[in-house]
């Protein structure tokens, strides 16, 4: 799935910039080296985001 179609962003290349960097959604598709071009990506696209951040957040279980 394309999060973004005018730069042909996929959303696993996406997720994982975005754990790799602070930032909203334009920056992470500048460290894809891509700029936002309609715009009409950005609002799912920060929700992705904060979803992805939140799952790395999130406590890992460690088995014994
Ligand atoms: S769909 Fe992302 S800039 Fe157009």
């Known amino acids: 799935m394309y999060v973004c179609v005018c730069n042909a ?4 290349e996406f997720r994982r ?11 992470v598709y500048a460290t ?12 799912e696209a920060d929700e992705l ?9 999130r406590p890992q279980l460690v088995a014994a």
């Open 17 to 27: 910039a975005a754990r790799c960097m602070e930032g909203d959604a334009e920056s």
């Open 49 to 57: 985001l904060a979803e992805e951040r939140a799952l790395e957040r």
């Open 9 to 12: 962003i996929r959303e696993t």
């Open 32 to 43: 894809l080296g891509k700029a936002p071009q309609c715009c009409q990506c950005l609002e």
